[in-house]
């Protein structure tokens, strides 16, 4: 009969950010586990609190599953000398398979050994697959406690092992197994019994812990919302934060808080990001979005004290807008292009100058880039200023104790010294994407410092070889990759990739050709790997097909959208094989001259004709259309095949048909190389 399995690793608290990827872990190496040990079983779950990381599996069988085979040994020449009799072969064989040399089968000429294996008792398997999983665990950070070599991501303080109501009797790190987990550490009378798996929930809640990280994240939403609703305003609930919210509690209880209202004059990031970031607080908007001093907070508790909590966590954060308000007020005593003098002080990285050398950069790699966008002059002009103010607000007093605030203040100052608004805006957006789902720049000028201090990064670290590799990225370099592609494909630039690598070499002095050549395919190289990233939903082999080729970005991804088009088409079969074969044969050429005065035969004349008319589509560069006229090429190229001797005895004539698959297979790998494409 089955029954359900309950496992929890009881520790002291994890950090939160740690918490999703352990559950995670867990049930992928639980499911695993029980799959390859032949127990089978209904469901796996997770769930979790900092102090506990619990498994619970629902129906597990009671035993492993039989298992039969029929395993192959030595040829019965072997097997069996002249009088029949088992050789120290089989019988090696027999004894390695556990069954007696007289119950081998003869089939085929080898003899064979049929096995049968009894399952064991899953409660049996438990006492060793349970410490497995425990050890199979990974964490970014492990720690040793005690005298002990076992390490932990924090020490362990206690196991619940229960299959049904029997207890799995373990020891792993100086702690046994048993049926008694722990209460809330304030609201509970301390340990308590589980009796069963089927109870462990209850139990817990009974003891003031919400074990269920789902239930636990919806109570705190709930109370969140109600809490500010009753306040007269909307909490501004982001999923990071409630996530991290989520694992720094066991019983959740939401209240809410107050600040002075003078804070309110501040920039609201400049309000949001402490209470945010560093307290864990909710802010408090109106329906129009307008700050409220108002935040929201949750305790690991009941409601017993509240108003002493609420006044403990407003004076944290008093002090918290304080220090804020000192550093803005000292900020603002200079203009933000006098804070940029200070600049002059701060190394961008050893070996690339100082963060003020970087702005004089950037305004030259802008004003380059805007002219191959067209930029017209105002965006030119919002570009050059905004590059120039790009880094100053990092030598300020708010952002160098709120260093999540670069670019915000930036903006912010840069509209109180009565800059340009959209100078302003492209100040706080050339930081854009900050992370993974944030929002690309909206607005001209945005994009081109983005771009610029993207590629200036870029090329500034692989110039002194910190190129990333594995999982090491201290530059965040693949991020910054990312979001330049993303950026390039959402604004629909035809950027050429290498001449906007090769000015800021220019702007880095690197002069030596063999550097700069190896710098233009290490960039080449690195950015292709993101492309093939952001275009992970069209078919494989169609990315591999058109990633050749990635000076201009966009064009790759209109690339990859029609050819995946055509690729999925009935009739694609034909064209693909045609232009493979044309390939094949193009690599005997050695030039891709073609004289229309050497032609022989009507196949030759009518194929030219066809991939003069071809030319002239892919150089329109719609490739829809371009690969319909490709697709037109299929015909003629099998005509031509079957008509035409290429490899001629005339040396002439056999060239210029060479010449001419030569230029046809250079005009398709324009759109894309067909070998990579796989057929069905």
């Not at 019983?251 to 003078?262: D, I, Q, R, S, V």
């Not at 807008?321 to 000192?326: G, R, S, V």
Request: charged residues 30%; contains cysteine; proline residues 3%.
């Amino acid at each position: 009969m089955a029954k359900d399995l309950l496992f929890e690793i009881g520790t002291e608290e994890v950090p939160a950010h740690v918490m999703p990827g352990t559950l995670a872990q867990l049930k992928e190496n639980a499911e695993k586990a029980f799959k390859e040990n032949r127990i089978a079983f209904k469901a796996v779950r997770t769930l979790g609190t900092p102090r506990r990381t619990a498994l619970i599996v629902e129906g597990l069988a009671e035993k492993q599953e039989d298992v039969a085979s029929e395993n192959r040994g030595p040829s019965v020449k072997i097997a069996f000398d002249a009088e029949g009799n088992p050789t120290k072969a089989a019988q090696g064989f027999a004894r390695g398979q556990h069954v007696d040399p007289k119950d081998l089968v003869v089939k085929d000429g080898y003899v064979y050994a049929e096995v049968h294996e009894e399952g064991q008792p899953t409660a049996k398997i438990l006492e060793t697959l349970l410490p497995e999983l425990v050890c199979g665990l990974s964490f970014p950070n492990n720690m040793r406690w005690g005298n002990l070599d076992f390490k932990f991501i924090r020490p362990i303080r206690w196991f619940v092992a229960l299959y049904g109501a029997d207890v799995i009797p373990f020891e792993l790190a100086n702690v046994k197994s048993g049926r008694t987990s722990r209460g809330h550490r304030f609201l509970s009378q301390g340990d308590f019994e589980i009796a069963d798996a089927k109870s462990y929930e209850k139990a817990c809640e009974e003891n003031f812990i919400i074990v269920d990280q789902d239930k636990r994240k919806q109570m705190i939403r709930e109370q969140i919302e109600a809490v500010a609703k009753a306040n007269g305003g909307q909490a501004e609930i982001t999923e990071d934060l409630l996530e991290e919210v989520l694992y720094l509690v066991e019983y959740p209880t939401a209240l809410c808080g107050k600040f002075e209202e003078k804070y309110l004059q501040l920039p609201p990031e400049a309000v949001i990001t402490p209470m945010r970031d560093h307290q864990r607080y909710f802010p408090v908007k109106t329906a129009e979005g307008k700050l409220l001093p108002l935040f929201i907070t949750v305790r690991n508790g009941g409601k017993e004290y509240l108003e002493t909590v609420q006044h403990g966590n407003e004076r944290v954060l008093r002090a918290r807008l304080a220090d804020a308000q000192f550093f803005f007020d000292e900020d603002r005593k200079k203009t933000l292009e006098e804070h940029r003098e200070k600049l002059k002080t701060v190394v961008f990285q050893q070996g690339l100058g100082t963060m003020y050398e970087k702005t004089e950069r950037l305004e030259k790699l802008a004003d380059f880039i805007a002219d191959a966008i067209g930029a017209d002059e105002k965006a030119h002009k919002h570009a050059r200023r905004a590059a120039i103010l790009s880094k100053a607000d990092l030598v300020t007093g708010m952002v160098t104790e709120f260093t999540e605030l670069q670019g915000i203040m930036g903006r912010e100052y840069a509209k109180l010294d009565g800059e340009c608004e959209k100078v302003a805006i492209a100040i706080d957006e050339h930081y854009k994407p900050r992370f993974a789902g944030d929002s690309q720049p909206q607005t001209t000028a945005g994009r081109i410092v983005s771009l610029a201090d993207k590629i200036d990064t870029i090329v500034g670290t692989f110039s002194l070889g910190k190129i990333p590799t594995g999982s090491q990225d201290p530059f965040a370099l693949r991020r910054q990759a990312l979001g330049l592609v993303n950026m390039i494909i959402e604004a629909k630039y035809h950027l050429s990739l290498s001449a906007i690598v090769a000015k800021a070499m220019d702007l880095y002095g690197i002069e030596d050709e063999k550097a700069r050549a190896k710098m233009q395919q290490d960039v080449a190289d690195f950015i292709r790997l993101r492309l093939k990233n952001v275009l992970e939903s069209i078919r494989y082999d169609v990315v591999d097909a058109v990633l050749a080729d990635v000076d201009d970005i966009y064009a790759v991804a209109l690339r990859a959208k029609a050819v995946a088009d055509y690729v999925a088409s009935t009739d694609a079969a034909a064209g693909i094989q045609a232009f493979v074969r044309v390939a094949n044969l193009a690599k005997k050429a050695e030039s891709a001259e073609v004289s229309a005065d050497l032609f022989q035969t009507d196949a030759e004349r009518n194929l030219f004709a066809a991939y003069e008319k071809a030319s002239a589509a892919v150089a329109s560069e719609s490739y829809a259309e371009a690969i319909t006229a490709l697709a037109a090429l299929a015909a003629p190229i099998d005509t031509f095949f079957d008509d035409v001797m290429v490899m001629d005895k005339d040396e002439k004539i056999k060239n210029n048909r060479l010449g001419l698959l030569k230029s046809i297979d250079q005009l398709v790998s324009r759109i894309a190389d067909f070998t990579k494409i796989v057929l069905a």
